[in-house]
């Protein structure tokens, strides 16, 4: 059993894992609850806590963890510890969750962004492994992103780069929760999927998805592999908007992956190519040929170990 570990830790608006890692990446035990739905912020800070003290005693490595690193579903200022916007968990935002929760487990906490984090765990044992410059990119409920370039975890002046889901490709588009409009997440997300899918099949009375109530993602998935057109025209426009955003990173970061996780990823084989031809379509010549899509491997572990990652590299966390 080894005797060096770190507390890891992804937290949602629904549940939240703490888990004790070791310097290899396995996860030595893990436990869950659901997340405090009270909208009080000390609420949420007593339960990230409790799970942190109660996976040290159960974890059964003796001696305390070298740090504990926390992805959260918000906007952080990473330097600082600090959540600035979360819209599952509003009662965080502007709060030093980092200093909030050291405090009560006795441990020095290194706050990450989510896709951030699943970035940093793509890169250590996942899909990026051994490569320099990748871009991780999270296609669920929203659109989220992580940057790791020269083989370091970006982060920007303020800690909060990596916002690849509010990158704007319909300047008069639908608006968005972060308050613009057009953001890439209002169209590349699995929500947007399933909003535009119901716009279109309210125009097509021949597709299966026409008079659904509530169309999920899973939905549309299902509907365009059978050659429904709402389906099919539906992963066309999301792989267009996608693509848009894709090709100006690529312009800018030049990277040698974009890798792609999150639930929505599950449709890879509907947009990819399309993508991927948008790329090529609107990127410089060079950095679109170098450039490769791959699929993200670690799935819901990413977030977990890239926080364990950013724990066992504390020292150097700047």
């Known amino acids: 059993m080894p005797n060096e570990y770190v507390l890891a830790g992804d937290v949602g608006g629904t549940n939240l894992r703490i888990a004790a890692v070791d310097s290899d990446g396995t996860v030595v035990h893990q436990e869950s609850v659901p997340t405090p739905q009270t909208r009080v912020a000390s609420d949420v800070v007593a339960a990230i806590s409790q799970v942190a003290s109660s996976c040290i005693a159960n974890c059964g490595i003796g001696g305390r963890p070298l740090a504990f690193g926390l992805a959260m579903a918000t906007l952080v200022n990473s330097r600082e ?45 996942g899909s990026s492994q051994k490569v320099d410059n990748s ?34 490709v319909e300047p008069e588009g639908h608006q968005c929760g972060c308050g613009s409009r057009g953001c890439v997440e209002q169209y590349a997300s699995a929500t947007a999927i399933s909003r535009i899918a119901e716009e279109l099949a309210q125009k097509d009375q021949t597709s299966s998805l026409s008079g659904v109530a509530g169309v999920s993602s899973k939905d549309v998935y299902d509907a365009a592999k059978t050659g429904d057109g709402v389906g099919l025209e539906t992963f066309r426009i999301m792989a267009r908007y996608l693509g848009i955003a894709l090709a100006g990173l690529v312009d800018v970061l030049n990277p040698n992956l974009i890798v792609i996780g999150g639930g929505a990823a599950g449709a890879w084989d509907l947009f990819i190519d399309p993508v991927r031809e948008e790329i090529v379509e609107r990127a410089f010549g060079p950095p679109a040929k170098t450039v490769q899509l791959v699929r993200a491997s670690l799935g819901n572990s990413a977030g977990i170990l890239g926080a364990a990652r950013v724990a066992l590299d504390a020292e150097s966390h700047i």
């Open 135 to 168: 871009i991780f990119v999270t296609l669920g409920t929203g659109v989220g992103g992580g940057l790791i370039l020269d083989g370091r975890v970006f982060r920007g002046a303020d800690g909060t780069a990596g916002e690849i889901g509010h990158i704007c």
């Open 81 to 125: 510890g600090k959540s600035l916007r979360s819209p599952n968990l509003p009662e965080l935002n502007g709060l030093s969750v980092a200093d909030a929760i050291g405090k009560q487990v006795g441990l020095k906490v290194l706050l990450e962004n989510d896709a951030t984090a699943a970035a940093i765990g793509e890169h250590w044992l």
